[in-house]
């Protein structure tokens, strides 16, 4: 026979489930498994006939054509079995008829129920995985025990709550051994932060979102001017940068090359007491990125620094990671690592020099000639950088809808229009360096960041492209945007209102404000505390102390059997209804006259006895008026008034029992 209770359960698990999937759920797919769950209500209902096992098969053979389909198109195999499990679900939905379908249901949606767990981390995650566990423990015992829901509930408490103390010595003494396998889904294009590609629609559509890229927890005082690289774009095509051709064989062979890459960019550093370091928490962006402050080092295994200046991962992080950062100021560099940077640079030079002077000569015509012109009384290539970047002081506009510019955009940005956004200043910038013989790159990344306490938020309308030119042996940081808006360093955000003319605050409703404030700082310490609780952490707690781990141990066996106890005790000890602690004391004081009720024999049978015995006639109606008001009190309807009104009167004849023995 079917359980209605635990068809409604599992409905409520699996349609919970599918909604957390998000977008990794296929159409084909999704609109098969409506199609069932219709069906199913329908049938559950009586509208229609029950489904037919032909039905069900016709059903499974369109949904896997779609998941193949789909499947083929997306390029997405990890979707495609997610989607499989939720197509089988659905389907088995239509199927059930019989208690092993339950149990066989229910474990099937205890696994769909999982998958969201790999593609969520921040703190809602933890009310789902309550929710799915309490889920599934209630269709569980929907199945084997015909109660109400209140006392459902109840059970489950009562499963729940000794279950606690045992997680919590889990999740802080099982070893952590890092993830088993990583779920690469494949993604063709990032959700967030910078891309492969530079182009000013990129850029202006990032200034315009607060999502959350990346969190910087600094352990000591906080940088003022914060610019965090991301990408280093050196080739310039048709108006786009890119990474360049051997970041491209690189990034395309990671694998091959990782032993190969540098860990450690800066040596010659272990003998200083450094105390800039940070750890960066950053969200899975769709891309191998990783912003980080220049000149920052690390001994994270899943970074690869490329000698360009900037670090990737192998594959787009599926979920958020944290990674810690040293960072040295250009004083250090200059002071323990000039030599060994100035020869990387030098051999990075040779090796990609015909990227990084690169520039169109057939186009912007009289931007060579402006540069020409500008530089050539000036001897040094700082004079001529400084002159170059100093052009842009004067009449630009910063704008995130300068319109669309034709293929001299360098000579209509300089020349005509003059306005735009950082990336169109960046490259204006860099291929003027490179007209002038200076070798030039711009640089996709973050400046400025939202800073709340010790920590700085990166969100996406941080995002800021720079130029860096090759000079004196170094590489040197030129930011022309700041010239054209000042408020770029003040950590202004762009807002997409009709006024873009100047840098004005993104305006929220306070609450509103708060609010999400709120829920960032709480995420954030969650991923801080739990999500950030590794390895390493793990050591540091315990530092090889065996004695502390087996206690621990032991306080999560101790805190279970203590709260399995109290369970008990206050079952022991449950509260009686007051009728029946006045009935159990007038039998208590029968007992001094040698009047007891035997085992088996029933309250009436008890009051023939009585009725039947020497005693006074007035002590046998008084014991045959508690009896008669106890049965109408348990086992007559009445209304609350009656029953206070009959619990007075029985307390009443108890207490004149007590008088009379």
């Known amino acids: ?308 200046g900037y670090y990737t991962t192998a594959i787009p992080a599926p979920s958020r990671a944290i990674y810690h950062f040293t960072y040295f100021t250009e004083q250090d560099i200059e002071r323990h690592n000039r030599e060994f940077l100035r020869r990387e640079n030098a051999r990075f030079l040779n090796e990609n020099l015909s990227e990084l002077t690169e520039y169109h000569p057939r186009r912007n015509l009289k931007t060579q000639e402006f540069v020409k012109n500008l530089t050539q009384n000036l001897s040094s290539d700082q004079e001529k950088a400084n002159a170059i970047y100093n052009y842009f002081k004067e009449g630009f506009t910063y704008t995130l809808n300068p319109g669309r510019y034709e293929n001299h955009e360098l000579d209509e940005l300089l020349f005509e229009r003059k306005q735009g956004f950082c990336s169109h200043f960046a490259s204006a910038m860099a291929q003027m360096l490179r007209m002038a013989k200076i070798p030039s790159r711009v640089i996709g990344g973050y400046l400025g960041g939202e800073v709340r306490d010790n920590y700085v938020i990166i969100r996406e309308y941080d995002a800021h492209a720079w130029v860096e030119a090759y000079i004196n042996n170094k590489w040197v940081r030129y930011d022309p945007t700041l010239l054209v808006s000042p408020s770029r360093l003040e950590n202004i955000v762009i807002s997409g209102s009709n006024n873009d003319e100047d840098a004005i605050y993104l305006q929220q409703n306070n609450f509103f404000k708060f609010v999400r404030n709120a829920f960032e700082f709480i995420d954030y310490k969650w991923s801080s505390w739990f999500l950030n609780f590794d390895q390493q952490s793990q050591d540091q707690l315990f530092n090889k102390n065996l004695i502390l781990i087996v206690l621990i141990i032991i306080s999560g066996f101790v805190g279970c059997g203590l709260v399995l106890y109290i369970q008990n005790q206050r079952r022991n000890h449950k509260k009686q209804d007051k009728e029946v602690m006045l009935l159990e004391k007038a039998l208590n004081m029968l007992t001094r006259i040698s009047l007891t009720i035997n085992e088996g024999e029933t309250l009436e049978d008890f009051k023939d006895s009585i009725m039947a015995s020497n005693i006074s006639n007035d002590l046998k109606q008084n014991i045959a008026n508690i009896i008669d008001i106890y049965s109408k009190i348990r086992y007559q309807p009445i209304s609350d008034h009656e029953k206070q009104e009959f619990l007075i009167t029985l307390e009443t004849n108890v207490n004149n029992l007590k008088l009379k023995i």
């Not at 797919?29 to 098969?57: E, M, N, Q, W, Y």
């Not at 205890?110 to 889920?135: D, G, K, N, R, T």
């Not at 993830?179 to 990032?190: I, M, R, Y």
């Not at 540098?262 to 040596?267: D, E, K, L, R, V």
């Open 1 to 308: 026979m079917q359980n209605a209770k635990s068809l409604i359960i599992m409905g409520i698990l699996y349609i919970v489930s599918a909604l957390m999937l998000g977008s990794h759920l296929f159409i084909g797919s999704g609109i098969i498994c409506f199609i069932a769950i219709v069906l199913r209500i329908l049938c559950a209902t009586d509208k229609i006939k029950p489904i037919t096992i032909f039905v069900v098969r016709i059903l499974s053979f369109i949904g896997i054509i779609l998941l193949i389909i789909q499947g083929f198109i997306s390029h997405n195999i990890a979707n495609s079995f997610i989607n499989l499990l939720l197509l089988g679900c659905a389907l088995k939905f239509l199927e059930y008829q019989k208690r092993r379908d339950l149990f066989v249901q229910c474990s099937a949606l205890f696994f769909l129920s999982a998958i969201p767990l790999i593609f969520h981390f921040q703190i809602y995650i933890v009310l789902y995985m309550i929710f799915i566990i309490s889920m599934t423990i209630w269709c569980l015992i929907a199945n084997t025990h015909n109660d109400s829901v209140i006392n459902d509930i109840k059970l489950i408490m009562k499963l729940l709550i000794p279950a606690i103390p045992l997680t919590l010595v889990l999740f802080i003494v099982f070893p952590r051994f890092g993830s088993l396998w990583v779920l690469n889904t494949n993604n063709t294009e990032a959700t967030t932060g910078v891309s492969d590609e530079m182009s000013a629609n990129e850029i202006a559509n990032l200034s315009q979102s607060s999502k959350i890229v990346a969190r910087a927890i600094f352990h000591s005082e906080i940088p003022k001017i914060r610019y965090f690289n991301a990408v280093t774009y050196e080739k310039l095509r048709y108006n786009k940068w890119n990474r360049g051709d051997k970041f491209r064989q690189r990034s395309l062979n990671i694998n091959w090359f990782r032993y190969t890459l540098h860990q450690q960019p800066f040596p010659n550093t272990n003998n200083i007491n450094f105390s800039n370091d940070y750890d960066l928490m950053l969200e899975p962006t769709g891309t191998i990125y990783v912003p980080t402050l220049k000149y920052s080092s690390t001994n994270e295994k899943d970074l690869f620094y490329f000698e360009n």
